[in-house]
C-alpha cells in the first residue's frame, strides 16, 4: 500500500495535539509540513520494524521532528541532518493492520509545523506452512481445502499443494479434503507457538466415496 500523505499544499491538515501548541506564536512563519515516507516499503510482518523518512521538502530552518506511531502525542524525536531529513527505525509490534505515524518538523524557535500522516500495514507472520500430500501417490494435492478448527480459518492450497495460515498459538486440530477424483480427507490435532511451523498434511481416500 502506498504511504498515504497530508502533504502542506491542497489538503487537509491534521490538527495538532494541545500538548504542542505552546510552541507556536502568533503571527510567526512556522516551518514548512514535512513530508513521511518508508524506504524500504510500506508493508512489514508482525514482530518486525519498519525504516521511516521525515523530511522537512527545503525547509531550512527545521532542526528536529517530532513524531509518534498510532496517536498523536508526538512523544518521540529525532534530529534533522544538515539536509532537512531525519530516518528512524521503528519495532511495529504483533498488531496487523493499517497503523498511522504522526509528525511535526520543529525550528530553531521551538514553532511545529502543521502535522502530517503517513501509513503503513502490518501483515500477520505465517507461523503455520505446510503441504498437501496425497498419501497414496506421494504427490502435492493442487485445490485441496486445508480448514483449522477451532480458528475456523480455511485456505485452499496451490499448484504445489502448500497452503499458510497465520494464528495465535493454541492447540488445534488441521483437515484437509479434495474432492477428487478420487476424494480425499486428512486430519491431524497440533500444538502452535510463536515459532514457524511446517506441517505435511496427508490426505487418504475417503471411505465414503
Known sequence: MAASL?????????????????GRQAGAKLPLQPSISFPNGDSVAAGGQIAIRLDANGDTTVTRFRYSLDDTNLDSEVPAAPDGTASVTIDVGN???EHPVYAVAVDRHGRLSPMSQGTFTVSAAWNLKGQAIDATTWLPVEGATIRLEPAGIEVVTGPDGTFQLAVDPGLYTLTGTYAGPPSLYGSQQLQLDNQETWFDLYLFPDSGS
Request: charged share 0%.
Open 95 to 97: 498488531v496487523s493492520g
Open 6 to 22: 497530508l502533504l502542506a499544499a491542497g489538503s487537509t491538515l491534521v490538527a495538532s495535539p494541545a500538548s504542542a501548541a505552546p
